[in-house]
């Protein structure tokens, strides 16, 4: 009986395979190595699309189509998935985002680092309006949930403010949020405590959101950090996303030790992962040089106590100290990535812009130029801060995602980190072609299948029949990234086709304007 009814099931798959070896569609991708994202070896087939999703998968051979794409030697796979980025204020100055479609990614997650839109209903519908070239989900952020509550201050909520900030997650979550994400480097998230974050992570954990987090301290004080995280995770009985996984001096080869509490976690049944961009160099704003008292109640209070000789030279010292524990001798390793008032130091190092100035080399008179920048209105920064084993390290960590860490870039504008034009295209020309870290299969997973089920992303992130027709197709041998820290501005090559929900979006390497994306809605969405 059982083997009559396994000869049954061959049959009707048969019978069904050769029905749709006999269907037209809409598209047929031909010919093609199959990586299906769920890290199982490639196999050579061919995909039918009918609308916006994957109708077959097999040989196809017999079917008809409207349009054929020829995967012929290339490699097909799912649309990427960059569960780390910062869009937000992008979307309508280049709806096309480029640079993620040229890198092969066809969705996003926006609101890390604690930023993110409060009003989520509004935005979606913004989103609707502006019609992206990639699927977006977003996040909520802790730090503008703060900022409304109760400003830039370091200060604590009262019971009643954190019900108010309690119920902005809520309605966020069943507006569509993914999760509650959190940047405690940043102010004000930088004055808050851990049962706050608690109380606001276990709003987002009954609607089955994801918690992520920049952490306090990615440096001298980053095992605390994690520390931290997972204990956020473990109070609120939810899934954790460690943001941006890095470490600084002076602990540069504790990559390993990171890991193994991320897997200690795990062993105790907290979903804990985390994500990488593949550079040793961070980007955010200057202001992150400063000591946090520095910072309390925004720009003006920063401006103000600056104007201040003693509180000045108190800033000044506090830095010299933080110089010390991080074992710099120069501000060499900070480069300025765009300042808008005065943008012919792009690209330039703190410690080449104070030589510029007529000061000489000396750290006091390195922190007396960043003052200077600051107080113009500061600048976004590039940190070369990171060494090549740790990233290495992290990256092939079967847990680990690839991010960006990105917005939508204007091309040609400031000098921004290239991990916003070719973090994909990285991973996979130089950690996978050149190095052989990872295998390709296992790339695609990282870049794929593991962020969509940690962020509860359904119907993407595979290629299987039913699943939404997100998918790239790009030559393994040529793929690039073209992007470098002195030349930033440039795409990545090697993407022949991208389709995002059956549209083809890059055809024949070229982006041709489709604008198809949709809404990614978190799992406690409420129509």
């Given at each position: 009986m059982k083997i009559r009814g396994v000869i049954f099931f061959l049959s009707f798959w048969f019978v069904n395979l050769s029905a749709f070896a006999q269907q037209h569609f809409d598209i047929l991708i031909k010919n093609g190595d199959i990586i299906d994202g769920t890290g199982s070896p490639r196999f050579k087939g061919d995909i039918g699309i009918i609308k916006n999703k994957i109708a077959a998968i097999g040989d196809l051979s017999s079917a008809t189509a409207d349009s054929v794409l020829d995967a012929s030697g290339l490699i097909v796979a799912p649309g990427f998935i960059d569960v780390h980025t910062h869009i937000e204020g992008d979307e309508a100055k280049t709806p096309t985002a480029d640079n993620f479609i040229?890198?092969?990614?066809?969705?996003?997650?926006?609101?890390?680092?604690?930023?993110?839109?409060?009003?989520?209903?509004?935005?979606?519908?913004?989103?609707?309006?502006?019609?992206?070239?990639?699927?977006?989900?977003?996040?909520?952020?802790?730090?503008?949930?703060?900022?409304?509550?109760?400003?830039?201050?370091?200060?604590?909520?009262t019971k009643t403010q954190l019900k108010e900030m309690e119920a902005i997650v809520a309605k966020g979550m069943r507006d569509g949020a993914m999760g509650f994400s959190t940047g405690l480097e940043y102010t004000p998230g930088i004055y808050s405590k851990t049962d706050e974050i608690v109380a606001l992570a276990k709003q987002a954990a009954k609607y089955h959101g994801v918690y992520t987090s920049h952490m306090r301290n990615e440096s001298d004080h980053v095992f605390e950090a994690i520390a931290e995280t997972i204990d956020v995770g473990r109070q609120a009985k939810m899934p954790v996303e460690i943001s941006h996984l890095k470490v600084g001096q002076p602990n540069w080869g504790a990559s390993q030790k990171m890991l193994a509490m991320i897997d200690s976690a795990r062993a105790e049944g907290i979903d804990v992962t985390d994500d990488v961009y593949p550079y040793t160099a961070s980007s955010t704003t200057l202001y992150i040089l400063l000591p946090d008292w520095?910072?309390?109640?925004?720009?003006?209070?920063?401006?103000?106590?600056?104007?201040?000789?003693?509180?000045?030279?108190?800033?000044?010292?506090?830095?010299?100290?933080?110089?010390?524990?991080?074992?710099?001798?120069?501000?060499?390793?900070?480069?300025?990535?765009?300042?808008?008032?005065?943008?012919?130091?792009?690209?330039?190092?703190?410690?080449?812009?104070?030589?510029?100035?007529?000061?000489?080399?000396?750290?006091?008179?390195?922190?007396?130029?960043?003052?200077?920048?600051?107080?113009?209105?500061?600048?976004?920064?590039?940190?070369?801060?990171?060494?090549?084993?740790?990233?290495?390290?992290?990256?092939?960590?079967?847990?680990?995602?690839?991010?960006?860490?990105?917005?939508?870039?204007?091309?040609?504008?400031?000098?921004?980190?290239?991990?916003?034009?070719?973090?994909?295209?990285?991973?996979?020309?130089?950690?996978?072609?050149?190095?052989?870290?990872?295998?390709?299969?296992?790339?695609?997973?990282?870049?794929?299948?593991?962020?969509?089920?940690?962020?509860?992303?359904?119907?993407?992130?595979?290629?299987?029949?039913?699943?939404?027709?997100?998918?790239?197709?790009?030559?393994?041998?040529?793929?690039?990234?073209?992007?470098?820290?002195?030349?930033?501005?440039?795409?990545?090559?090697?993407?022949?086709?991208?389709?995002?929900?059956?549209?083809?979006?890059?055809?024949?390497?070229?982006?041709?304007?489709?604008?198809?994306?949709?809404?990614?809605?978190?799992?406690?969405?409420?129509?």
């Open positions: 040229y890198d092969g990614v066809t969705s996003v997650i926006t609101g890390n680092c604690g930023s993110s839109r409060l009003d989520i209903k509004h935005y979606f519908d913004t989103l609707r309006i502006v019609k992206l070239s990639v699927n977006v989900g977003t996040l909520m952020g802790h730090n503008d949930i703060r900022t409304k509550v109760l400003g830039q201050g370091d200060i604590a909520p520095l910072k309390a109640g925004g720009t003006k209070e920063i401006l103000k106590r600056l104007s201040d000789p003693a509180l000045h030279q108190k800033a000044v010292d506090d830095m010299i100290v933080d110089m010390q524990r991080r074992k710099r001798a120069h501000f060499d390793y900070a480069v300025v990535a765009s300042f808008s008032e005065n943008p012919s130091l792009d690209g330039k190092s703190i410690a080449q812009i104070n030589v510029e100035a007529g000061r000489s080399a000396t750290i006091p008179n390195e922190i007396e130029t960043i003052l200077d920048i600051v107080k113009l209105g500061s600048a976004s920064m590039v940190f070369h801060s990171m060494n090549e084993a740790d990233v290495d390290n992290i990256l092939k960590y079967p847990y680990t995602a690839i991010i960006s860490d990105s917005g939508i870039r204007t091309f040609g504008e400031g000098a921004p980190h290239p991990r916003g034009y070719g973090s994909n295209a990285r991973v996979l020309a130089m950690y996978v072609r050149d190095k052989n870290l990872i295998t390709l299969e296992d790339a695609v997973r990282k870049m794929t299948s593991l962020p969509a089920q940690k962020f509860h992303i359904t119907n993407r992130g595979v290629l299987q029949p039913g699943k939404y027709a997100d998918i790239v197709i790009f030559d393994a041998a040529r793929v690039k990234d073209e992007s470098t820290f002195e030349h930033p501005h440039a795409y990545s090559t090697g993407f022949k086709y991208v389709l995002v929900n059956g549209a083809v979006t890059v055809d024949n390497f070229k982006h041709i304007g489709t604008r198809n994306g949709t809404i990614l809605y978190g799992p406690g969405y409420k129509k």
